[in-house]
């Protein structure tokens, strides 16, 4: 039985405005945008309609759920995998090696985001508020930084110290990139 059927409900919804957004998108970027306000009004939604703390429960999926989608909407059919982008704008021309593996690097991160989703959801909706911070507000960034750092160490471990920047750098450059570039 559920504990907080308010909350499931509440973040199905989400999942359901992503999807909607998702598929009726265009090349572009008014699925973020869309996605963005539809998160707001669900959260205003929340809270006027349940008590107000419900609405905290509601921002962790939303945001890995947007990332996963960002990463996902790369791997469709005609455009560039996100962290091929990335490593082309570093690396300037790619090996075929190196395409490949980026690919698969995204499809990672898509999954591993697409899971960060779910456990918070079902964190929210089975557990305690305790429980459940402490994964949305701590432990899933040590999960994210973990994949980071152990994905850095493999490519470099695999593809060499030639031409590689450091991770520092890395992140630097992916976040003075900004969301238009990617």
Known sequence: MLRRPDIGLAMLA???IFHALW??????YFHLWASALAIIALLATVTIRWDP???LFLPPPAISLF???LFGKTLLPGNEP???RIARSERGELSPEL???TRRVTWLWTGFLFLVTLESILLAVFTSVETWSLFANMLNYVFIGALLV???AYRISRFGR?????LWRMLWRIGGQGIRTL
């Open 150 to 152: 152990a994905e850095y």
């Open 162 to 166: 030639v031409g590689h920047a450091s």
């Open 14 to 16: 989400v999942l359901v």
């Open 53 to 55: 703390i419900h609405a």
């Open 23 to 28: 598929q009726t998108s265009s090349k572009g």
């Open 82 to 84: 996100l962290v091929t």
């Open 99 to 101: 395409i490949v593996y």
């Open 67 to 69: 990332f996963c989608l």
